[in-house]
């Protein structure tokens, strides 16, 4: 199995400030179509997750454009620019490169 | 727009099984591979197994080898999954998602307690 990574697990911040979680894979996550199969998921309490961003750097349909994906091989990072109120929750990194799927931990993000 | 409607919450005796299902909606059901995740309080998201499009093919996480089957009815559109012989630990939110996690069902709640 892939063991994925993240960090932090916490991740405190200010309103209006930036936020930036890595997530490691333990093998690459490159396919043999040339993509690397690495996911951001967004879960607040109570609710099921939500896919922000899909190979990488591909937002969903109806994703704020604060959120941004990126990296390559086994180091990704899913960044916030400007961090806002409603973005407090757990945030999940995924490897879809081959089942069975892998998630990081979890990185809690609050309002500091 | 693409809807997956899980049952209700259940609440179960250890050793007992379980059957859970996902009614899908709005996509064409059976182009897509289906996965189910569950998720122990406070706890991250576990992927417990997956299977293809046309029902032939399952994969399970080894820790639940044995216990878990998942299938598919595509005349009915609506994913399953069953667990056997519960424990305590099996007490999860369990999530159904399409594919590669795009979309998910609403949950179910298992509590797993004598």
């Known amino acids: 199995d892939i063991v994925m990574t993240q960090s932090p697990l916490s991740l405190p911040v200010t309103l209006g400030q930036p936020a930036s979680i890595s997530c490691r894979s333990g093998?690459?996550?490159?396919?043999?179509?040339?993509?690397?199969?690495l996911t951001w998921f967004q879960q607040k309490p109570g609710q099921s997750p939500r896919r922000l961003i899909y190979?990488?750097?591909n937002r969903d349909s109806g994703v704020p454009d604060r959120f941004s994906g990126s990296g390559s091989g086994t180091d990704f990072t899913l960044k916030i620019s400007r961090v806002e109120a409603e973005d407090v929750g757990v945030y999940y990194c995924?490897?879809?490169?081959?089942?069975?799927?892998?998630f990081g931990q979890g990185t809690k993000l609050e309002i500091k | 727009q693409v809807q997956l409607v899980q049952s209700g919450a259940e609440v179960k005796e250890p050793g007992a099984s379980i059957k859970i299902s996902c009614k899908a909606s709005?996509?064409?059901?059976?182009?897509?591979?289906m996965n189910w995740v569950r998720q122990a309080p406070g706890q991250g998201l576990e992927w417990m197994g997956g299977?293809?499009?046309?029902?032939?093919?399952?994969l399970y996480a080894q820790k639940l080898q044995g216990r878990v089957t998942i299938t598919r009815d595509t005349s009915t559109s609506t994913l399953y999954m069953e667990l056997s012989s519960l424990r305590s630990e099996d007490t999860a939110v369990y999530y159904c998602?399409?594919?590669?996690?795009?979309?998910w069902g609403q949950g179910t709640q298992v509590t797993v307690s004598s």
């Open positions: 709005g996509y064409t059901f059976t182009n897509y591979y």
């Open positions: 299977i293809n499009p046309s029902g032939t093919t399952t």
């Open positions: 995924m490897q879809d490169r081959q089942w069975p799927y892998t």
């Open positions: 998602a399409r594919d590669h996690c795009d979309y």
């Open positions: 190979k990488v750097s």
């Open positions: 093998q690459s996550l490159v396919y043999s179509d040339g993509d690397s199969y």
